[in-house]
């Protein structure tokens, strides 16, 4: 398998079927979760920005010179965006001294913030997918990464310090 496709499908990912982007978000809550144990929020940063740069030339690599700019098999934007999505979780777990995995409502409202932000395609989610190029296929994800985050933050925000749960 070549080194692009290998990235940009994450290691075959993006072939299952059903949802391939489903599948692509799903395989990265593990591998987030590995990172953080690993090395805490600041490799899942680090990761996060790698995947980002590996994506935009893996993609650019495997559609080029197809009309399709974000064939459904590329869910490298996929992991990338669902791990900002998670970073949240990242950083109160470190600064907590809790163990990630205690988090898993966060994780729960994570991977449905990002999915939902990724298909709808709000505002500057849809106009980053609009650019047809491999920024555009990375970057669409990214910003719905971000609002997913945002999303977290306001629920952690709203159960723990005003419900006070």
């Given at each position: 398998?070549r080194?692009?496709?290998?990235?940009?499908?994450?290691?075959?990912?993006?072939?299952?079927?059903?949802?391939?982007?489903?599948?692509?978000?799903?395989?990265?809550?593990?591998?987030?979760?590995?990172?953080?144990?690993?090395?805490?929020?600041?490799?899942?940063?680090i990761?996060?920005?790698?995947?980002?740069?590996?994506?935009?030339?893996?993609?650019?690599?495997?559609?080029?010179?197809?009309?399709?700019?974000d064939?459904?098999?590329?869910?490298?934007?996929?992991?990338?965006?669902?791990?900002?999505?998670?970073?949240?979780?990242?950083?109160?777990?470190?600064?907590?001294?809790?163990?990630?995995?205690?988090?898993?409502?966060?994780?729960?409202?994570?991977?449905?913030?990002?999915?939902?932000?990724?298909?709808?395609?709000?505002?500057?989610?849809?106009?980053?997918?609009?650019?047809?190029?491999?920024?555009?296929?990375?970057?669409?994800?990214?910003?719905?990464?971000?609002f997913?985050?945002?999303?977290?933050?306001?629920?952690?925000a709203?159960?723990h310090?005003?419900?006070?749960?």
């Amino acid at each position: 398998m070549r080194v692009a496709t290998f990235i940009a499908t994450v290691g075959g990912v993006g072939h299952l079927r059903p949802a391939p982007g489903t599948w692509g978000s799903l395989i990265a809550l593990p591998m987030a979760w590995l990172i953080h144990v690993i090395g805490g929020p600041w490799l899942l940063a680090i990761a996060i920005i790698a995947a980002f740069i590996m994506g935009i030339w893996a993609t650019s690599q495997v559609t080029r010179g197809s009309e399709n700019h974000d064939p459904s098999e590329v869910v490298i934007d996929e992991v990338a965006g669902q791990w900002i999505a998670l970073l949240p979780l990242s950083f109160g777990a470190w600064h907590a001294g809790a163990a990630i995995t205690a988090l898993w409502p966060g994780w729960v409202a994570a991977f449905l913030l990002f999915r939902l932000f990724d298909i709808a395609k709000p505002s500057l989610v849809g106009w980053a997918d609009r650019r047809n190029d491999a920024l555009g296929v990375m970057l669409d994800d990214v910003i719905a990464g971000v609002f997913a985050a945002i999303g977290v933050v306001a629920f952690a925000a709203l159960f723990h310090g005003v419900l006070g749960l």
